[in-house]
């Protein structure tokens, strides 16, 4: 709208449709191509003001009516002005949104508004086209290293004795491919800034390559690097510069070199994080040691640099952390870092050289950076130097060595949160540590209850483990980390150790663990690293000082429903620890730091066998973990056709590949592996020896074995075709067959065969969620109740003989406790199934249930809760053929009677009712029946999410819920777990008025 003259600014009306479903999730909604109007505005904006690209700038030029933005003083009489022409009350009630609700949408337009302004749709786009020409030229390099192979064993040779020495030849080929792509980005960027030992070893080995034949396969990426030139020439400051690099790490690097995003866990730190770690360790430095950053005593090295911005941080004047009297020498002798990644090592030189340049002109290039793995410290190292042509790299290898000798005093930084490849068709896992895995059983693991290899292979306890070695007996460790570790049962054994270790433990809980669901999921608020991470987010300032009298751990945790700027601002206005509300906590003797357990659960019985902790008097002979396939779409659908030709598909493409392994890999990958432990071989199967399309195949590290022992998989067959439990109220067909599922637990022995009659109690430990417990009478899924733990009534030995699963102990100690000898193994089961839904017993032992297995007590009313768990665990085994909710409305019921009239795409779910499709609604839903929770959502929810058409975004497999027994049985299933969900509230009520103990 056109300005008036006194008007100091205008304004747009774009109107927007949104469904209730969008406006649950703002974040995605923005995203929409609802949204395309407003994205088509912004940038017509930005064609008349090309600052607008900038980020730094673009929210003081744009504002958006609803966002907690400060309003511009000389718009207060306007605004005023509106305010009282729309006073009238019986106008205000027709305000179609609150406040709350246009602040939220105006937050989460600002936050995709960066996406739109500038060229990282473009991008975006080319990351796509780099995929293909990365993959162009690794079919180049291959031919021509083949003709000369000499060159690339020497180059690979000199990168295992500067890196990592099982860097595999593919992530050498990914090393190059990475040189010649980006080169090109950063010259447009920074000029001749780039100079490095790395970039000048890789630069000698393209001009060698192009005098082999490699020229002109970036061709196609001309358009990318006159963009790129054009954003560099706009981004005069330092901060705009560095959103130039956030941008392109965000959308290209991440796009483009997927994989290696992935195996490092690669995410960019807000800023607001990097400087209050900053600011806080420099406050530790003073409180607990006497000194600062400017002490020429105090070195600091961040082991996983990234972008460099810790450091770039650190030394900008803007955080006034590093005086200029101290800069030059801080610069060139205190300051370290290090990183795997080649573009993050390229971007981290530059950004640190950079950000002390802007404060003094004559320094050279930032020297104290090497392209290696911090956590290979403790590995044997190869000794054969760097070879002729790749000299430059000893000075890489000088640098780690300098390093080593120098007195840390300050590590800080953000670990890799990934644990590696998500799928194995990735060929992508995390390089191995097996001295440094060693040594964290030795000092971290011994102490926990959990299996060994959780704890010794995360890159978090990982990286604590490093650092404390590097401070030896005095400093601080800063970091910004996965915070599971607080409160998981796998860390208890960390937990103890370092409150050993360290002399004060700071820890703030930024929560934002989205791997919750429902309220739960909406109370740990918003994601600090966006769409980096789903996991806790916590900051920790770990204190070593062998001469502190004491060791304390200091807790504090952000509150229920912050959004992620909120946060943010949070950690902003905290100048340092002293103004954090921490709270003193003493751990208990499991290690538990907050939500510590009932010391009284010890004393109940245990119901599963524990040959660690010596537990072997328990309530069952037998249980099992669910299954975990780690292949889902190919092994389980709704429709047995779909899943026959899935499984057929598979064993098809995985007996091609052994066949053409045997003939042309199988020697050559044994001279490879030489050396290698057999149970790691697989871990360097490439993506020549195996098909690597998802569309084809879906491996797993058992399967990768199969291969690797020459095993052919057997012909598709229909006994192998089973009914499982895979969700609540969810039952698909599994193909139950033990090559393809990665682990069956031990339900071969608790269903055997088709004909195989049993009923199972599921139940789950720290998952997140608040436990629940489920009956099925088929096999059940890991995450049915993630993970599952699976306790049976019976279970069968190799000749089908059945037997109770209810120990002989067991039964012995309900007879003599309630003097009953007609007590029998089926009143005890379903006695356990009451307990586990009694809401005095989920109360008073939350805490334990969330770490530790199962235990129960001896109740005075045994025979009534009995009787009642009987009667909720048959309604829930029941809920296909229960009574159904009965209050339905049908738009048409033309074409009642044609088979796809109850059809069901997808439901929607709107306040008492349910959408269930174009013809029906679901209506007076009563809302006690949403009261009914299994795994942290209700039944209906897990229906209404189950229940709908879903394509495999990796297999694109498609799976039908109509294709089971057609959308009728989905229609009836829907009104019976209504009506279930109702009779199951008011049975929980029941047994919850008896006593559990």
Not at 385 to 392: E, R, S, V, Y
Not at 401 to 415: L, S, Y
């Amino acid at each position: 709208m056109r300005k008036a003259k006194r008007k100091k600014r205008g304004y747009i009306i774009l109107p927007i449709a949104l469904e209730e479903s969008e406006i649950e999730n703002l974040d995605e909604a923005v995203n929409n191509t609802n949204f395309k109007n407003i994205w088509k505005v912004i940038k017509a904006l930005r064609s008349h003001d090309p600052s607008l690209v900038d980020e730094a700038t673009f929210k003081e030029k744009i504002k958006i009516f609803g966002s907690d933005d400060t309003s511009n003083p000389d718009d207060e009489e306007e605004l005023q002005k509106d305010k009282t022409e729309q006073s009238d009350p019986k106008q205000a009630q027709k305000t179609l949104f609150d406040a709350i609700f246009l602040q939220d949408l105006a937050n989460a337009v600002y936050n995709v508004m960066p996406t739109k302004l500038g060229d990282r749709n473009y991008w975006e786009n080319f990351a796509k086209k780099t995929g293909n020409i990365a993959r162009t030229l690794n079919n180049r390099l291959k031919i021509i290293f083949e003709k000369n192979p000499e060159i690339f064993d020497n180059f690979l040779t000199s990168l295992r004795g500067n890196i990592h020495q099982n860097i595999k030849e593919e992530e050498a080929l990914d090393m190059i491919i990475s040189h010649i792509i980006t080169k090109p980005i950063f010259d447009a960027i920074f000029g001749d800034n780039i100079q490095n030992p790395i970039a000048k070893a890789l630069d000698k080995m393209v001009l060698k390559l192009s005098s082999l034949g490699l020229e002109g396969e970036t061709k196609d990426l001309k358009n990318l690097y006159e963009s790129v030139k054009t954003e560099a020439v706009r981004a005069k400051s330092q901060k705009s510069q560095q959103e130039l690099i956030k941008n392109l790490y965000n959308t290209f690097f991440k796009e483009a070199f997927r994989k290696q995003s992935e195996k490092l866990g690669i995410v960019y730190t807000p800023i607001e994080v990097m400087d209050f770690i900053l600011r806080a360790t420099n406050g530790i430095l003073k409180k607990h040691f006497n000194t600062d950053f400017n002490d020429k005593n105090i070195t600091i090295f961040d082991p996983f640099t990234g972008t460099g911005s810790f450091i770039a941080r650190l030394l900008s004047k803007e955080n006034n952390l590093i005086s200029d009297e101290a800069l030059k020498e801080k610069f060139q002798k205190n300051l370290f870092a290090f990183d795997i990644v080649l573009l993050s090592y390229y971007i981290a030189l530059i950004n640190i050289t950079q950000a002390a340049q802007n404060r003094d002109s004559s320094l050279k290039n930032f020297k104290n950076i090497a392209l290696t793995d911090s956590l290979d410290y403790l590995e044997e190292k190869n000794d054969k130097g760097a070879f002729p042509l790749f000299a430059d790299l000893k000075e890489n290898q000088e640098i780690k060595n300098t390093m080593e000798k120098q007195n840390i005093r300050v590590i800080i930084g953000n670990p890799p949160y990934s644990a590696g490849a998500k799928s194995e068709n990735d060929n992508n896992q995390n390089l191995s540590h097996p001295k440094l895995e060693k040594l964290v059983y030795e000092t971290y693991g011994k102490n926990s209850t959990a299996k060994v290899g959780v704890t010794t292979r995360d890159t978090l306890i990982q990286s604590i483990r490093m650092a404390s070695d590097l401070l030896k007996d005095k400093g601080v460790v800063g970091f910004v980390v996965n915070g599971s570790f607080i409160d998981s049962k796998s860390a208890d054994g960390f937990r103890k150790c370092v409150a050993k270790e360290f002399s004060r433990l700071y820890v703030l809980n930024l929560r934002g663990n989205q791997r919750t669901s429902g309220e739960v999921s909406r109370k740990e608020g918003g994601k600090i690293f966006d769409s980096g991470s789903r996991a806790t987010v916590a900051i920790v300032f770990f204190v070593k000082d062998k001469n502190a009298p004491n060791h304390t751990i200091f807790y504090y945790e952000v509150d229920d429903y912050l959004k992620r700027e909120a946060k943010l601002n949070l950690l902003a206005g905290f100048e340092n620890l002293d103004l954090v509300p921490f709270k003193e906590i003493v751990p208990n003797d499991k290690g538990d730091w907050i939500n510590q357990r009932n010391e009284e659960f010890d004393k109940l019985i245990p119901l599963k066998r524990d040959k660690k902790h010596k537990i072997f008097d328990t309530i069952f002979d037998l249980d099992s973990n669910g299954v975990a396939t780690n292949r889902d779409p190919w092994v389980y659908n709704f429709s047995q056709k779909i899943l026959t030709q899935s499984v057929q598909k598979c064993i098809d493409t995985y007996n091609a590949d052994l066949k053409r392994f045997n003939e042309v890999f199988r020697e050559a990958f044994k001279q490879r592996t030489k050396g290698v432990k057999p149970a790691d071989r697989y871990k360097h199967l490439n993506d020549k020896e195996i098909t690597t399309d998802k569309t084809k195949i879906a491996w797993t590290d058992s399967l990768k074995n199969h291969l690797i022992k020459n095993t052919n998989l057997p012909e598709i067959n229909e006994e192998c075709m089973r009914l499982s439990l895979y969700r609540p109220f969810n039952k698909q067909w599994l193909y139950w067959d033990k090559d393809l599922i990665n682990r069956r637990g031990r339900f071969s022995k608790i269903f055997p065969d088709k004909s195989a009659q049993n009923v199972v109690i599921n139940t789950g430990v720290g998952n997140g969620k608040d436990f629940s417990a489920l009956v099925s009478d088929s096999i059940s899924d890991y995450s049915l109740i993630s993970p599952n733990q699976a306790y049976p009534l019976y279970y069968y030995d190799d000749l089908g003989n059945r037997y109770n699963a209810i120990s002989g102990y067991a039964l012995n100690l309900f007879r003599r406790h309630y003097q009953d000898d007609s007590i029998v193994e089926e009143e005890i089961f379903y006695y356990i199934y009451a307990i586990f839904h009694h809401k005095g017993y989920l109360e008073k032992y939350k805490n334990s249930l969330a770490k530790e297995a199962s235990r129960i007590a001896l109740s005075e009313d045994f025979k009534e809760l009995s009787i009642l768990g009987k009667e909720l665990g048959e309604l829930h085994l029941n809920y296909e053929s229960g009574e159904m909710h009965t209050s339905v409305k049908y738009t048409t019921l033309m074409n009642a009677e044609v088979e796809s009239y109850y059809d069901v795409e997808k439901m929607t779910k709107k306040g008492d009712s349910i959408l269930y499709n174009h013809h029906i609604t679901i209506t007076q839903i009563p809302k006690k029946a949403f009261e009914y929770v299994v795994n942290g959502k209700s039944a209906i929810d897990w229906v209404i999410e189950r229940y709908s058409i879903t394509k495999d975004k990796d297999s694109l497999i498609e799976n039908n819920p109509n294709d089971y027994a057609g959308g009728k049985y989905v229609f009836e299933l829907l009104c019976r777990v209504i009506k279930l969900s109702e009779k199951s509230v008011d049975l929980i009520e029941k047994i919850s008025m008896k006593r559990f103990e």
